[in-house]
Nanobody, 127 residues
Framework: QLPLVESGGGLVQPGGSLTLSCVAS???????IGWFRQAPGKEREGLAC????????IHEDSVKGRFTMSRNKATSTAYLQMTNLKVDDTAIYSC?????????????????????WGQGTQVTVSS
């Protein structure tokens, strides 16, 4: 069983919306889940994180107001709702789990602190 499985990517027009899902296996579903993206030629960028146990969420400044992370504890699923999408949002979106690092109150875990990664899902914003 894969620890994390993303879905929901696809092609969307500028200004449109998309919701990504990340299903976590029982081995990681009580930790912190983070969403990341990597555009061609760019470094991977952290977007948000959530405590799967307590539901506390942190959004990075770059996506505040447009992206919202949430979770369904019963189904061990984390979501990333994306609105008002722009061409620059085109990237591979991945979720990751940090099982050894409790989630803080101000900052998400660093990329290096995530020890499980999903396979990624492509989001393309184009007219």
């Amino acid at each position: 069983q894969l620890p994390l499985v993303e879905s929901g990517g696809g092609l969307v027009q500028p200004g449109g919306s998309l919701t990504l899902s990340c299903v976590a296996s029982s081995s990681v579903d009580s930790g912190t889940i983070g969403w990341f993206r990597q555009a061609p030629g760019k470094e991977r960028e952290g977007l948000a994180c959530i405590s799967m146990r307590f539901g506390r969420v942190i959004h990075e400044d770059s996506v505040k107001g447009r992206f919202t992370m949430s979770r369904n504890k019963a189904t061990s699923t984390a979501y990333l709702q994306m609105t008002n999408l722009k061409v620059d949002d085109t990237a591979i979106y991945s979720c990751a789990a940090a099982t050894n690092r409790p989630m803080g109150t101000i900052f998400c875990p660093s990329e290096a602190e995530y020890n499980y990664w999903g396979q990624g899902t492509q989001v393309t914003v184009s007219s």
